[in-house]
C-alpha cells in the first residue's frame, strides 16, 4: 500500500496525513505528498497503457487506501479537442480545448469531489457541506448522494437557478445565502461543530486538489507525455491550478515527463479579479488580509455569479508564486468579451460556460496582446456546459410556424 | 480502403451506396454493409486495446472514406456506471446504467450526428435539416456548425425551451413547430428541393444509424466482450434499437463475440407508445399505415416532449422484428415513473432525462412483473441530463439564509 503525508507548499513543513485542516501553522497551504520512489514502481507510462481511462487510472497518487471507498460516478478522461481553423487564423502552433463539462456533474468539479467524498467515506464521516457558487455544489450533491452521506450546499442567491437545482435532485439539502461564496463558507465555518458538517470548501480538505491534479496527468499523458507552452485556465479559488502544477511537478519527479513546465493564466471577470491584481501589483501586498467586501465594491462592475467570482482566495500568495514561476500571467475579460466568446465557441459545437468562454476570451486577448507567440502551443479548460447558466425565455424570439409555406413567408421577411 | 454498400433489411436487396433515401423499393429501410472479411483483417480485439476510447476507435465500421471529413467533438466511450446497491435490492446479477448524458452535446443524438454531419462534408452538401425533439437539433446544429455546413433544425413548440435555446447557440436557424415531430418533417420533405436541405432525421440517411451503433460495440467492449442478458432503451423513432441490433450482429460475423444476442426492451411514454402497442397486438396488422393523429388521439394521457414521443416511427415493423427476435419486450410507463425515476436516480448522483428515466422506471416495472430474473445482467441508457428539460422557478422553494442563526431558525421550524 501506498504511504502519504502532508506537506507544507509554503514553509516545507511535513506532517502526517489528515482528512481536515489544511491550513499550516504558517498560514501555508497543507498538499499531500507521497512516496513517489514507491509509485514509480506501479505507475509506469506502461502501466497506464493498461488501464480504463478514468480519473482513477492514477490511483497510487490519489491518496485513498482502500480502493472499495471510490466513489466514482464516470468522471475524467475527456475529450481534448483541437481547433485547426482557429490555429491558423490567430497563428497559434496549437490550440486545444479540454472540454470538463462532459464530466458525470456536467462539469470539471466533479474530478474533486470524486477524491474529496471517497475520503469522506474513508474517514467515516456521514454529514458534509460546501459554499460554492454552484458546480461545487452540484458535484458534492452528487457524489454524497452516491456514498450515502447527506450533503448541505450553502449557494449565493444570484447563481443560476438550473444549477442550484441540481442540488436537491441529489438529494443535497440546498440553501441559498443572501451574500459572495465567502458569506457562505462563513455560516459553514459557524455551525461546523454544531451541526456536525465536514467542511469540503476550497482547500479545506486534501481531496479536490488532488482530484483536479488529474486534469493536469490527462493533458500531459493526452499530449503524449509533453506539456503544452500554456495553459489558459478560469480562477476562483485556484485549487484546478495548484492541483496541475502540483500534477506536473510529480510526474517530473517521477521521471514520466522531461519538458518546461506550462505557463499558467489565470482568468477572471472584471471586477472580481484577486489574482489578476496581485499579479500585476505584485510589488504592493497582495490582497489576501483584507476585507472581503472591499475587494468586490472597490469595482464598478458588478461580476456575474460564475465559478470565477471568488473574491478573497483562501491561498492567493500560493496562486501568484505557481503563476510567475511558471512565467504565466492573469487578466481580466469582460462580460461583453465572454458573451462573444460563448457564441464563437458555439458555432465550433462547443457548449461553454461563462468560465470556459473567458478562457477563449482571454486567448484571443493574448493573441492580439502578442503574448501569446506562433509558436506556442495552448490548451483552454471549458469547465462547464453553456446550459446551466441558461436564462429561459430566450427563445421567445424564435419563430413559430405550421407549414413549409409559414417557413418560405418568414424567410422572405 | 473499405468497402460497403446497403442493405435492406426487409427483403435482402444489395445496392450500391448512396447518402440519401434509405427507402427500398420493397419499402424497407436500407442498412451499411460492409465487407467483413476484409475488416476482421485490421479491427481485431488487439488492435482496438491499442486506439483511442472515442467512437471512432470502430471506424472500420463506420461509413466514411476519408478521415479528414470526420467531424469529430469528442463523442462516444461513455462511462458505464455499475449499481451494486440496487443489484442487491432487486436482486439482479449486475445492473449498469450507461452514461450517454457526457457525450458533447450532452446527449446520446452526438453519436449519430457525428457520423451523419460527416457524410454531409464526404457528399459535399452546404445546407442539412432535421425534424426533432429537442437532442437531434442539438446535435445537428453543433456538429454541422464545427464542420461549416448550415443547419436548418424544426422543433414541435412545446419542448424544452432549453433544448431549443442551445440550437442558435452552436448557430442553427431554429424554427418551431405548432405541431409534432412528423408535422416538422414533413415540412422539411416539402422545402426540401426548394431550399437544398439534405433532410437529416432518423432513417433518412445511413449515418445515424452506423453511429448509434457504436453504442453496441462500446457495451461490449467495456464488458470484456459479452453481451448483457438485457438492454433496456427509451425508443422514439428506434434508430438506436436498431443500431445496437446490427452492431452485434457484426461482432459475431466478425467473430469478437460469441454469445446469445441481448433481449432488447423498448421503452415509451403512455399515450405516445406504437411500439409497445405493436409488440402486445402483433397479431393485428402494424399502425405504420395509419394516420399520425389518430396514434396520439387515441390516449386520453397527452405524453411529455420527449425523444419517445414518435407517434410514427420510420421503420415500425423492423423494430418489432428486432424486440420479436431477441426475446425482449416493450412497455409503457407513466410521468409518475418517471418523475420517481428521477428522482431516484438522482439520489445516486445520475441527472437523468425524462428519457433515461424512463429506462429505470421500466426496470423496475420489470422485476416486479417477474419479466427480469435474478440471473440477469441489465444496461440501462441514461440518453441526456435532467437539466435539459428543467423548468425554472423551482427553485422558489428553496430556503434564503444570512447567517447560521437563520439555518437553525430555519431548521426548527
Known amino acids: 500500500m501506498n504511504q502519504w503525508g502532508l506537506t507544507c507548499s509554503r514553509c516545507s513543513a511535513r506532517l502526517p496525513f489528515r482528512y481536515q485542516n489544511m491550513k499550516c501553522d504558517c498560514g501555508g497551504t497543507l498538499l499531500v505528498d507521497y512516496d513517489l520512489e514507491l509509485v514509480a514502481k506501479t505507475l509506469t507510462k506502461a502501466s497506464l497503457h493498461e488501464r480504463y481511462p478514468s480519473m482513477w487510472r492514477y490511483q497510487e497518487l490519489l491518496p485513498v487506501h482502500d480502493p472499495a471507498n471510490i466513489i466514482s460516478l464516470g468522471e475524467g478522461w475527456t475529450p481534448l479537442l483541437r481547433m485547426p481553423k482557429w490555429e491558423s487564423k490567430l497563428s497559434l502552433r496549437r490550440l486545444w480545448v479540454k472540454r470538463e463539462e462532459q464530466n458525470p456533474t456536467g462539469s470539471f468539479k466533479s474530478r474533486g469531489f470524486s477524491v474529496a467524498v471517497s475520503l469522506l467515506r474513508e474517514a467515516g464521516a456521514t454529514k458534509a457541506a460546501v459554499p460554492s457558487n454552484g458546480n461545487a455544489a452540484g458535484a458534492l450533491a452528487a457524489y454524497a448522494g452516491r456514498a450515502g452521506i447527506e450533503a448541505f450546499v450553502f449557494i449565493p442567491m444570484d447563481c443560476p437557478s438550473l444549477i442550484v437545482d441540481e442540488c436537491p435532485l441529489y438529494g443535497a439539502k440546498t440553501i441559498l445565502v443572501d451574500g459572495f461564496i465567502h458569506d457562505a463558507a462563513a455560516i459553514i465555518e459557524s455551525g461546523r461543530g454544531e ?151 458555439g458555432t465550433e459545437g462547443i457548449s461553454s460556460s461563462p468560465e470556459g468562454a473567458a478562457t477563449w476570451a482571454a486567448m484571443l486577448q493574448l493573441c492580439t496582446d502578442g503574448w501569446l507567440k506562433p509558436s506556442d502551443s495552448v490548451v483552454l479548460f471549458n469547465t462547464s456546459h453553456a446550459m446551466k447558466y441558461a436564462k429561459l425565455g430566450t427563445s421567445a424570439a424564435i419563430p413559430i410556424i405550421r407549414t413549409y409555406d409559414d417557413f418560405v413567408m418568414y424567410r422572405s421577411l
Chains 1, 2 share one sequence.
Request: net charge negative; hydrophobic share 40%.
Open 195 to 345: 451541526q456536525g458538517w465536514v467542511n469540503v470548501g476550497t482547500l479545506k480538505e486534501p481531496g479536490r486538489v488532488e482530484g483536479k491534479k488529474t486534469m493536469g496527468f490527462e493533458l500531459a499523458e493526452q499530449l503524449g507525455w509533453t506539456f503544452p507552452d500554456v495553459i489558459i485556465y478560469p480562477t476562483g479559488g485556484g485549487s484546478g491550478i495548484i492541483g496541475m502544477w502540483k500534477a506536473y511537478l510529480e510526474l517530473k519527479e517521477l521521471g514520466l515527463i522531461d519538458c518546461e513546465m506550462p505557463k499558467f493564466v489565470c482568468v477572471q471577470e472584471e471586477g472580481c479579479q484577486p489574482i489578476v491584481d496581485g499579479v500585476h501589483q505584485s510589488s504592493q501586498p497582495t490582497r489576501a488580509g483584507e476585507d472581503d467586501s472591499l475587494l468586490l465594491a472597490a469595482s464598478s462592475t458588478i461580476p456575474n455569479p460564475t465559478g470565477m467570482r471568488v473574491p478573497n482566495p483562501p491561498d492567493l500568495p500560493l496562486l501568484l508564486a505557481i503563476v510567475e514561476q511558471s512565467g504565466g500571467t492573469a487578466l481580466a475579460v469582460s462580460k461583453v468579451q465572454i458573451a462573444e466568446a460563448m457564441r464563437c465557441l
